[in-house]
């Protein structure tokens, strides 16, 4: 981990009628919210919709925040479960997660005009798992996916390759019980979004058992979800509450929860958005730490700030561990925003 930043601010006076009487610190970790994968599927989305008008059609939420999700649907989009659902001349966007390869078929053969809004680091772990099968030939190995069983992400990789080339590893327990049927012909990939611990454990105990096994050449879990744990972890141990902005849905803002209590916090919580918060949980809370999963936006944060500042009197640092000026072009064909 990088060397912590910290910067402090305290907040303006609140309004009349709150117990002011008490300072709260609030400890902001950096960096937090959106990374770029995420802000990249929210402006495929609306350059379709400014090129092409509306409706464009969504296939499963873009990213895993209904905040989002909800402010896409009011400038137009309409978000399905399934492609049957998309009208002949519809455009449709495929989500962050990717999908399993079955979907742009369909949708060819359908033709229907669609934008693959997939993360380009979860491109790179399909890339590796087709790498790594080799299209079932004398070279190809047979795969264990480190993830979690339903997940869109794991979902999508697994459908890059032929029903039974992927094993799912969901946990540590099935690390150890997994029995492919030649331990010497072994590779692993693993989701984007898990938790990187939790990982390397599973990753220790595949290697233990199966020497031969072969990783992925880059690590798989992305750059913005180690960054937003790290960031976690330098400020839960200093935190009486950590809480996560995010939604319940939502892989990484999960194990940023985790996380937090992993490494000190006296309790954190997963909140979707200040209508959610429960203010009696800061009752006997002197020190709050506060962060954002990967698709959730920094506007959740501010109001949730704004409205501690109107109840208490705060004094505000946020830790910076790394800073990120990570971008990815939109896909073809919309290029960059005009």
Same mark, same amino acid.
């Given at each position: ?43 495929? !989305? ?15 939420? *873009? !990213?895993? &925040? ?50 693959? /809004? ?9 890339? $590796? ?6 299209? %079932? %030939? ?16 794991? @979902? ?18 099935? /690390?150890?019980?997994? $029995? ?30 199966? #020497? ?22 330098? *400020?839960? #141990? ?9 939604? #319940? &849905?939502?892989? &990484? ?17 997963? @909140? ?28 959740? @944060? ?17 830790? *910076? @561990? ?8 939109? #896909? ?7």
């Amino acid at each position: 981990m990088s060397d912590t930043l910290t910067t402090s601010r305290s907040s303006a006076p609140a309004a009349e009628g709150n117990d002011k009487s008490k300072t709260l610190r609030v400890l902001l970790a950096g960096p937090r919210g959106f990374c770029a994968g995420v802000d990249r599927a929210i402006r495929v !989305v609306e350059e379709a919709l400014r090129r092409y008008g509306a409706p464009v059609y969504v296939r499963h939420e *873009i !990213v895993h &925040n209904r905040t989002v999700v909800e402010n896409l649907e009011e400038q137009g989009a309409i978000f399905v479960e399934e492609l049957d659902e998309v009208p002949e001349d519809g455009h449709v966007v495929f989500s962050a997660h990717g999908v399993p390869k079955s979907v742009p078929a369909e949708a060819q053969r359908r033709n229907l005009l669609y934008l693959d /809004a997939t993360c380009p680091l979860v491109s790179k772990v399909h890339r $590796e798992a087709e790498r790594h099968f080799a299209g %079932g %030939g004398p070279d190809s190995r047979h795969i264990l996916m480190i993830g979690h069983a339903g997940h869109p992400e794991v @979902v999508g990789t697994m459908g890059q390759l032929p029903v039974g080339a992927v094993t799912l590893v969901n946990d540590a327990e099935e /690390a150890r019980r997994v $029995e492919p049927a030649d331990p010497s012909r072994l590779a692993f990939i693993t989701q984007t979004t898990l938790s990187v611990d939790d990982t390397s454990e599973i990753v220790e105990i595949l290697r233990e058992r199966f #020497p031969d096994i072969e990783g992925p050449k880059r690590e798989d879990i992305c750059y913005a979800t180690t960054n937003r744990q790290e960031a976690v972890k330098a *400020i839960a #141990p200093e935190s009486d509450l950590v809480i996560v902005i995010g939604s #319940p &849905n939502s892989s &990484n803002s999960q194990r940023l929860r985790e996380v937090a209590e992993r490494s000190g916090a006296k309790r954190a919580l997963l @909140v979707p958005k200040l209508a959610a918060l429960d203010w009696s949980v800061l009752e006997n809370v002197n020190t709050v730490g506060i962060t954002a999963g990967a698709s959730a936006p920094e506007a959740l @944060v501010q109001e949730i700030v704004e409205a501690m500042s109107e109840r208490y009197t705060l004094n505000i640092e946020e830790r *910076i @561990v790394k800073k990120e000026n990570v971008a990815f072009r939109l #896909p073809s064909p919309l290029g960059d925003p005009i």
